[in-house]
């Protein structure tokens, strides 16, 4: 069964039909008129599956998943693509840039050696993802839309880890590299260090979802008016229409806001902290926290309670016994669907953590610690196996150094994480738009 045939009908015909209206409105988006084909916005794509399809959108910038789909206990990782033509060609799935001397390395050895790097590389990359999301190894795809004149055509293919033990049919020019591994085609360009992927109708685990035509329309701009003004004539509240979800979000640095750097002894490196015990047994690997610089508490007071600086106020005033209870807490939702105690605690709430002395984790049946959060980030998810000190440089090859926090308005008990692009709390804090790196 193919992942589109879980949705309902219902929620297949609306998908489309809001397809079939952006595609109508290509003219809006380009300024030579008559071009059959239709155009169709990536951003766009994402919004609308996950909003049709009940499903998340999980992009943070350059990662392999685009969209998170649930079924039951089923975690299905969606990649979204859409291009011109339906025709068999390589589009881009991943950007390398930051392996970069790891590739010329393996390129100046083989082929093979290339081959290799190159597909362990991007299958380091799959796995973190299926670590941050929950995702099982051989249930993903890819689903994307081609467009032809006048006409969208979905299709659906598996999108599986590269097979490393079958990598054959090297091919070297000046510019690229390609090899496969018997399931799926692969090509490397060199310029811009940019893995592409064979598409091909005909290969195994693709098929064809549907195909529709779209009618795009000669002035959109026209149209746009006449519909705006039927949504006043009509006394409809336009702005209800449109309104905003009611989420605020936030973004945490993965290091020190002060240095710049991850501590020695703190935040992600809090396992490299002095023993608490008199044996001097070393600190758990995973036992972490995100660091909360004083500035994130001073210019966004409400974010974690209801005035935070009076708070922290009561909290400096407290007896050193009376400060044992005053935490801030909350339930902290991991983007695999997992949900933990979370609080911020330690002089100026500077530190965001896991942890409850009173619930208990259903699957090891001990108390949540500050080990829930650490093993999901930093062991999970970006892969650190032994006592080797995090880096900021070590977060931005893994393509983040940041954090975002989201959360329900006037809703304090559930917040949701998950990583975010690089320099993403840098731009928080300056009020800039977060840039995501796109594949």
């Not at 795809?141 to 467009?147: L, S, V």
């Not at 003004?229 to 509240?237: A, G």
């Not at 911020?344 to 500077?350: A, G, I």
Request: charged share 30%.
């Amino acid at each position: 069964m193919s992942i589109w045939e879980k949705y309902s009908k219902e929620e297949q015909d609306e998908y489309i039909k809001y397809l079939q209206i952006y595609g109508a409105l290509s003219n809006l988006f380009r300024q030579k008129h008559g071009d059959p084909i239709p155009y169709l916005d990536s951003k766009f794509q994402e919004t609308i599956y996950a909003k049709v399809f009940k499903s998340e959108n999980v992009d943070i910038g350059n990662t392999p998943h685009d969209i998170l789909s649930v079924f039951g206990s089923e975690r299905i990782g969606i990649g979204l693509k859409t291009w011109m033509n339906s025709v068999p060609s390589f589009q881009k799935v991943m950007q390398l840039k930051r392996y970069k001397d790891e590739i010329d390395i393996a390129k100046a050895e083989s082929d093979e050696a290339l081959a290799y790097k190159l597909s362990e590389i991007k299958n380091e990359r799959m796995k973190i993802d299926y670590n941050r999301l929950g995702l099982s190894e051989d249930k993903n795809i890819y689903h994307y839309i081609t467009r032809d004149a006048g006409r969208f055509v979905i299709q659906e293919t598996v999108y599986p880890l590269v097979d490393l033990s079958h990598l054959k049919d090297f091919s070297r020019t000046s510019s690229s590299f390609s090899w496969s591994d018997g399931h799926k085609k692969y090509r490397f360009t060199f310029s811009d260090s940019q893995i592409w992927q064979y598409f091909d109708g005909e290969s195994t685990g693709t098929e064809i979802i549907n195909s529709f035509d779209v009618n795009i329309v000669d002035d959109p701009f026209d149209f746009l008016l006449q519909s705006y003004d039927v949504l006043y004539t009509d006394s409809i509240n336009f702005y209800s229409v449109v309104k905003k979800d009611e989420i605020v979000e936030a973004y945490l640095p993965l290091y020190s806001y002060d240095t710049g750097e991850v501590a020695e002894k703190s935040g992600l490196n809090a396992w490299n902290a002095a023993p608490k015990t008199k044996n001097g047994g070393l600190r758990p690997l995973n036992e972490v926290y995100i660091p909360i610089p004083i500035e994130f508490h001073r210019k966004y007071p409400d974010f974690f309670c209801k005035n935070i600086l009076a708070f922290l106020e009561e909290y400096k005033n407290a007896t050193k016994e009376e400060r044992k209870n005053l935490k801030i807490r909350f339930n902290l939702k991991l983007p695999n669907g997992k949900v933990i105690p979370g609080l911020l605690t330690q002089d100026n709430m500077k530190a965001f953590q896991s942890g409850s002395q009173t619930e208990r984790d259903p699957e090891t049946g001990k108390p949540y610690s500050q080990a829930a959060l650490g093993q999901w980030l930093l062991i999970d998810v970006l892969g650190l196996k032994e006592r080797t000190l995090v880096t900021r440089a070590w977060l931005e090859k893994k393509g983040t150094d940041s954090v975002r926090l989201w959360r329900k308005k006037n809703d304090y008990s559930l917040i949701n994480i998950d990583f975010a692009p690089i320099n993403s709390f840098e731009h928080f804090m300056k009020d800039e738009e977060i840039q995501i790196e796109d594949n």
